[in-house]
């Protein structure tokens, strides 16, 4: 993208001179000798970098730096100031001006300047660009399915996102309680803050504490440096806590705590730590077992369950197996450089009717493995593709002969 770079200057041959060097670095140069002109040039164009004299026949650099902040604050401003005008340049710097360069220009000094301002606005644009994809990724529209019973948990988890509540997600290995999870923070309004996630079930019992919570150096044997744990590290986004069910009951103590309190004590530390947190739990296991055997602790339990969103497996919505499978195939047609279009009659039936113990994940991993092995030049994919355990799966009443090709 070639950037709109606006100079704002009377000096007609210092004008012309500005923009020569501009265009020759690859810059679009537009030119303005007053004020109203550039208010004008704002209005008709996409700017994104104003190179602004501070004196001008109707304004000076502030009232510029003023009004087209107000218009759009988006536009980044430098001011050309006369040498040894430091109270004007600080003025500017206070108003909104993102750099000032002396007079006589210095050209490396102006190519320096420009080229830094305009990286940092091309990281910002990109980030925000990755947000747009990332938040249009996980909206409510981009989830497979039409079962009614998926379809109301989609609704239920778009409304808890809208509210501070903490969420509990429940469900079976691989039926998308982390995309739950993810659709719930990237619709809230805390989208755009650090969203930390922790699979409780992976981290060793003598580290989760400080894994969570942090440590001081010296806080025990190995901790050689202050560190940071989950919870700060989310503090104004959101934590995601999966497999909750797995964490001891000691641990399962302070982060009750940790709820109730909005406060977080690290390893080694006895000044407690306030932090805002939003808080998603998922589990696979059943929790009201798990407080009956005293595995699970109950006021723990009530404490995380204010929202609850249950996931159906996939075998309890087979109507939405064509949903994905379609989903699954653009997906590794892009990422294997395949052209598969269509799936059997045959293929279909078998996948719809096989009872996925594995869901979803188990469904995405099939749909990978055959289209890896099958023939590149193929564009469909027949039973005789599938893996062993999908066509060896006796379906009730069914008589497959041969499938065409």
């Known amino acids: 993208m070639k950037y709109n770079v606006l100079i704002i200057e009377d000096e007609k041959n210092q004008a012309e001179l500005i923009s020569k060097i501009l265009s020759k670095k690859g810059f679009n140069a537009l ?85 830094k301002l305009l990286r940092n606005k091309m990281l910002v644009e990109e980030v925000n660009q990755l947000r747009r994809d990332v938040q249009s990724a996980y909206s409510a529209q981009n989830i497979c399915g039409t079962n009614p019973k998926f379809m109301n948990e989609v609704q239920k988890a778009v409304k808890a996102s809208q509210t501070a509540s903490s969420v509990l997600i429940r469900g079976e290995s691989g039926t998308g309680k982390e995309v739950f999870a993810n659709l719930i923070h990237y619709n809230s309004d805390r989208k755009n803050m650090a969203y930390i996630k922790v699979n409780c079930s992976a981290i060793p019992e003598d ?128 990422s294997l450089g395949r052209a598969v279009k269509e799936i059997s009659s045959d293929a279909l039936d078998r996948l719809i009717k096989y009872p996925w113990p594995g869901n979803i994940r188990e469904l995405q991993n099939i749909v990978e493995n055959t289209m890896v092995l099958m023939n590149p030049e193929d564009d469909a994919i027949y039973s005789r593709n599938l893996p062993e355990k999908i066509t060896s799966h006796k379906i009730p009443g069914a008589h497959h002969g041969p499938e065409g090709i």
């Open 207 to 334: 580290l989760i504490e400080s894994e969570l919570f942090g440590h001081l150096k010296g806080s025990f044997t190995g901790a050689y440096s202050e560190k940071i744990g989950k919870f700060e590290a989310a503090d104004g986004g959101t934590l995601f806590l999966d497999e909750i069910g797995e964490m001891s009951m000691g641990m399962q103590a302070k982060v009750l705590r940790a709820i109730q309190e909005r406060e977080i004590e690290p390893v080694g530390s006895l000044k407690p730590k306030k932090i805002n947190v939003r808080l998603i739990f998922a589990t696979n296991i059943d929790l009201e077992t798990a407080v009956k055997n005293q595995k699970f602790r109950e006021d723990l339990y009530y404490r995380i369950n204010a929202i609850t969103i249950s996931l159906p497996p996939l075998r309890e919505r087979k109507e939405d197996i064509a949903l994905l499978l379609k989903y699954f195939i653009n997906k590794f047609n892009i």
């Open 31 to 115: 030119a303005a000798a007053s004020k109203k002109a550039a208010l004008e040039a704002v209005s008709k164009n996409r700017i994104d970098l104003i190179l602004c004299d501070y004196k001008l026949p109707d304004a000076t650099g502030l009232d510029v730096i003023k009004e087209i902040g107000g218009i759009n604050p988006e536009i980044t401003i430098i001011v050309m100031t006369a040498f040894g005008d430091v109270d004007i340049a600080v003025s500017c710097l206070k108003n909104g001006a993102a750099d000032f360069l002396t007079k006589p220009l210095d050209l490396e000094e102006l190519d320096r300047v420009i080229f």
